[in-house]
């Protein structure tokens, strides 16, 4: 290991708690994740305004906006290891300034193909941004419980950036051009390299070898197509074209398996899923998050669609929910000081199916408060399983393979959201369409497809019915949430099985 900025080495008496030093370096870590948060929600604000302007067709419309995910989902285990090996501090600072650069390119790109490059190189350099800070906080924070406590701050900053990203666009889209929303990471960036040098330690794997190219393109080529085929069968049902992408990525799984476990130096290390905290772990933060995404796909809609609230004002109301998360990211370390892990993190589940189930008994004449208060305790559970989930996958892993296992939970998260917003989300559009189709019969094609077309030819129904599509919405929500709810219920038997001995 190489260290720069002579912090205790880990058999130093003083390795065992963190002092005011290291917890400012989680401040300047909480940064780029913070970022990464807003840069998620402030193109949802500002796409009309970009749209209007650049003009971008259906097709590139739809790669503006998820090439970053495509990006920064395929390169993380890559990014990961590479920190391992080249130096975290180095590759978080070197991934900020490239983040920087392609921000400016993107908020002053003058057509749309341009947008979809630099939002390709956001997605790259991202990358590299959330691996580095959660491996470099591993260095950091010696004393588990100390460890556990930074990775819940962290964990909910991203989250929190999420939830201000409609209030920040809003605010600059009030003043300024659409761009303005991507010049945003420059002050981010700014203090992140003034301040990384003076407070954040450098750590590099000296026993590791070089990055191997082959497994680079074999993790892209299962990552890439796989999630590309998850998102397809989210807006498109499962057709050949989603079906040949998700078959291309399985095959490209089994050979990146295959290829890693002849490696003496692998770019995965296969072996950390022996480990049953792990491996659990990782199932958690999977199931979970699918959980979350489908019902953050569901409730934006309702506030929206339901509720009729613009997408400022809905925005603003995710606030409370990042707030429980907040809350729920913080103490959850705190109570496995007194109580095993496993009881804390089936608690948390617990929260969560409770919310679910408040989601499942919302009608349509619901007030906001009903719905995001349900919204606040899946959110409160998210804030925990993010929390200590995070931490026992960095902790089971050796110090030299923390960059590597962060990047791997990094990654199943992303997933799981993915595969909520793809599989949630489509159960909830084919109970709108069948019970609509029982309801309003041929009435219109747009108001049996979904809410949201029924919503754009609102001006053309008979009086009555788009209050009765709601209510179809409603039901659809509803029917989704209780099946989640025994499906988290489910996993919250998992940790108390697993994690019977704590950390």
């Not at 203090?191 to 393109?217: F, I, K, M, N, T």
């Not at 990552?223 to 807006?235: M, N, Q, S, W």
């Not at 907040?326 to 948390?348: C, E, Q, Y």
């Not at 509803?478 to 099946?483: F, K, Q, V």
Request: charged share 10%.
């Amino acid at each position: 290991m190489t260290s720069y900025c002579e912090y205790p080495t880990p058999s130093s008496p003083l390795a065992s708690r963190a002092g005011p030093r290291q917890w400012a370096g989680l401040a300047v870590l909480a940064l780029p994740t913070l970022l990464l948060g807003l840069d998620v929600t402030l193109l949802y604000l500002a796409f009309p305004a970009l749209a209007a302007d650049l003009k971008p067709d259906s097709a590139q419309a739809l790669w503006i906006m998820d090439i970053y995910g495509f990006f920064i989902s395929g390169f993380l285990i890559t990014m990961g290891t590479l920190g391992d090996r080249i130096g975290r501090r180095k590759l978080l600072m070197l991934g900020a300034a490239g983040f920087a650069l392609a921000s400016l390119l993107a908020a002053f790109a003058s057509t749309a193909a341009q947008l979809i490059v630099a939002r390709a190189l956001l997605g790259f350099t991202g990358a590299a941004l959330m691996p580095s800070t959660l491996a470099l906080i591993s260095n950091l924070f010696r004393e588990p419980s100390q460890r556990a406590l930074a990775i819940g701050i962290w964990a909910t900053m991203f989250a929190l950036g999420m939830a201000a990203g409609p209030l920040v666009g809003g605010v600059l889209l009030d003043h300024f051009w659409w761009g303005s929303a991507f010049l945003v990471a420059l002050p981010v960036v700014a203090v992140l390299w003034l301040c990384a040098p003076w407070l954040l330690p450098e750590y590099r794997d000296e026993s590791s070898g070089r990055l191997d190219p082959g497994s680079v393109a074999l993790s892209l080529l299962a990552l890439l197509p796989l999630i590309y085929g998850v998102k397809h069968f989210a807006r498109h049902g499962l057709d050949w074209q989603g079906v040949i992408a998700l078959l291309i990525g399985a095959l490209g799984l089994l050979l990146f398996i295959k290829r890693q476990r002849r490696l003496a130096d692998p770019l995965l290390d296969l072996s950390l899923f022996r480990g049953r905290s792990f491996t659990a772990a990782l199932l958690i933060l999977l199931v979970g998050l699918m959980g979350v995404g489908g019902a953050m796909l569901l409730v934006t809609q309702y506030l929206q669609l339901v509720s009729g609230l613009s997408p400022r004002v809905a925005g603003a109301w995710m606030g409370p929910p990042a707030l429980a998360m907040l809350v729920a990211a913080i103490s959850a370390p705190l109570l496995t000081r007194r109580f095993p892990v496993g009881r804390v993190v089936t608690g948390a589940l617990l929260f969560s199916v409770l919310g679910y189930l408040m989601l499942a008994w919302v009608d349509a004449e619901a007030r906001t408060i009903q719905v995001v208060s349900g919204f606040a305790l899946i959110y409160l559970g998210l804030g925990a399983i993010a929390a200590l989930g995070t931490d026992l996958v960095v902790a089971a892993a050796p110090t030299g393979k923390a960059g590597s296992a962060a990047s791997l939970s990094e990654t199943v998260q992303e997933l799981g959201v993915a595969l909520g917003v793809a599989i949630l989300g489509s159960l909830s559009g084919s109970l709108y369409r069948i019970c609509a189709a029982e309801q309003l019969g041929a009435l219109s094609t747009a108001v049996n497809e979904s809410l949201w077309q029924a919503v754009s030819v609102a001006d053309q129904l008979p009086a009555g019915v788009l209050e009765q599509a709601r209510e179809i919405f409603t039901q659809s929500l509803n029917l989704t949430a209780l099946i989640t709810a025994v499906g988290i219920g489910l996993l919250a038997m998992v940790p108390v099985i697993t994690l019977r001995g704590g950390h």
